[in-house]
């Protein structure tokens, strides 16, 4: 029987060629900041066409599109908060 990925939340984050030019630091800060080292899971995606919003990230299992800019109210909202 195959062992099931924790039920951690997983950010996907874009690495798409407009990405990659604008990712910030910003996932790396708040990781280190709230010490979700060990409470989330960090995945690389294929672009995603949403590069007006680059840098783009992608929240799972909540399904929550965003913007390296609103990163900080997704943590709070819903990393910490569960």
């Known amino acids: ?22 990712k910030g630091k910003l996932l790396d ?4 900041k709230y010490k979700l080292k060990n409470k989330i899971e960090v995945e690389q995606m294929d672009c995603n066409n949403k590069c007006e919003q ?15 800019k609103d990163l900080g109210t997704i943590v709070k909202k819903h990393i910490l908060n569960k």
């Open 54 to 68: 680059a840098p783009v990230l992608h929240l799972h299992p909540d399904d929550i599109w965003f913007s390296e």
């Open 1 to 22: 029987m195959e062992k099931f990925k924790s039920q951690r939340p997983v950010v996907y984050r874009c690495d798409g060629v407009n990405c990659r030019k604008k």
């Open 29 to 32: 800060y708040y990781i280190k």
